[in-house]
């Protein structure tokens, strides 16, 4: 870290430096370093006085800037598109620990540390990566909105990205860029609002190689509705006029620039309908993005808290009209449908037929449902847990998760 008498004459030279703005116009039509630069060395700085770091092709800029919409007094740190569009922000650094009013400074500082901090010394960002070292360490916006810092003095000189998806240290913040690794460390946090970059309640993840959105940490859609976002996350690193945002409502957007209109174009969002989010229906309720109350209970069940079902809030789920087991109990069966066995308690169990299925799931009241696959060496499945994330598919569809189950219900339950 910086010691009092670095901070001491670091903020003399930033004295000096406001005094010199003056005269800026004046130096720089003699001297070539006012032109736009994309890289600070050891011991230099920006300050938020419109001083800002242009990438070499000039796609994007870094510097400080306040969000479209706040009042302006909160500073934040970020990279945002230079030659597009200067609102667009794909990065920031202290998201949560904003300066207030205009008195910060990015600093790679001549023991060797990057941060932000305001002219007191009070740190607001950090990439901690270690100081005082015989080094010489620069910091470069890259063309691809990449910030990359750097010790030409070391072997393997990267010391920390922007783009870093590959330690489980993500530095990202709620964008995906052409470019970024989309690997197993992959991890997109929304912002809190439109003019708040703080971390929101969403995020975008990996979980057995697939992507999916949380909330809070929990599942939130763990199925797209279209095949084609999961293709276009794996064409982005091809397509430099697009970009993937893990939005505040929710909403994972694939976004690109039209050239011709100038502006951004909305090209798909998931969760593409209310289906596609986890649960929506609760336990034991059924999901159909093609009725017109897009949510049901299984038949035997009733929706659990019958005023919030009928004002459109299905996330209590359905709940049997009898919680009586017996030998008698009957099974109905569900074609063309899928459900979460993730983190059910699935009990494979080798039989003949389905009948012996059937059997096997009545020689117990954990038993809850079942799921014969005549395909797979004749296995079936006791299902022991509560069906979770019900999704009903028309008949003959292909999609590649349909299949059937058939419930446990009392035989009283359902009139035979």
């Excluded at 197993?184 to 057995?208: E, H, I, N, V």
């Amino acid at each position: 870290m910086r010691t009092s008498a670095n901070i001491r004459r670091w903020s003399s030279n930033c004295r000096l430096s406001s005094m010199l703005i003056l005269y800026m116009p004046l130096l720089c039509s003699f001297y070539a370093y006012c032109e736009a630069r994309d890289t600070l060395k050891q011991g230099e700085w920006i300050s938020d006085n419109g001083e800002t770091l242009v990438s070499a092709g000039g796609r994007f800029e870094f510097g400080f800037f306040s969000p479209t919409g706040s009042s302006g007094n909160k500073r934040y740190v970020g990279i945002w598109y230079h030659e597009w569009d200067n609102r667009t922000v794909v990065w920031v650094a202290n998201r949560d620990s904003p300066i207030i009013n205009a008195n910060g400074v990015f600093n790679l500082t001549e023991d060797g540390e990057l941060m932000v901090l305001d002219t007191t010394g009070k740190v607001y960002w950090s990439t901690n990566i270690g100081s005082s070292c015989p080094c010489n360490r620069t910091v470069t916006l890259t063309n691809s909105g990449n910030l990359v810092y750097e010790d030409y003095g070391v072997l393997n000189n990267i010391l920390w990205e922007s783009f870093n998806t590959s330690t489980g240290s993500d530095t990202s913040t709620d964008t995906l860029l052409p470019g970024m690794d989309q690997n197993m460390y992959l991890y997109l946090t929304s912002w809190k609002g439109s003019d708040d970059p703080g971390k929101g309640s969403f995020s975008l993840g990996k979980y057995r190689s697939s992507n999916k959105i949380y909330k809070g940490g929990n599942i939130y859609c763990d199925r797209f509705s279209s095949d084609q976002m999961d293709a276009k996350l794996g064409n982005l690193s091809r397509d430099f006029t697009a970009r993937v945002v893990m939005g505040f409502s929710g909403k994972l957007e694939y976004w690109r620039w039209d050239v011709k209109g100038m502006n951004w174009s909305l090209i798909m969002a998931e969760p593409g309908n209310k289906c596609a989010v986890y649960n929506y229906c609760g336990n034991y309720g059924v999901c159909n993005p093609d009725n017109n109350l897009v949510c049901k209970c299984l038949p035997g069940f009733k929706p659990n808290a019958p005023e919030k079902w009928h004002s459109g809030d299905f996330s209590n789920g359905c709940a049997r009209n009898s919680m009586s087991c017996g030998e008698n109990d009957m099974f109905f069966p569900v074609h063309a449908m899928s459900w979460d066995d993730k983190d059910s308690n699935l009990k494979r169990v080798p039989v003949k037929d389905e009948s012996a299925c059937k059997t096997e799931c009545l020689k117990s009241c954990d038993c809850r449902s079942y799921s014969y696959d005549n395909d797979t060496n004749n296995n079936c499945y006791i299902v022991t847990q509560d069906l979770l994330d019900l999704q009903e598919y028309a008949e003959g569809s292909n999609s590649f998760s349909v299949q059937s189950i058939s419930v446990r219900v009392a035989i009283s339950d359902i009139g035979f």
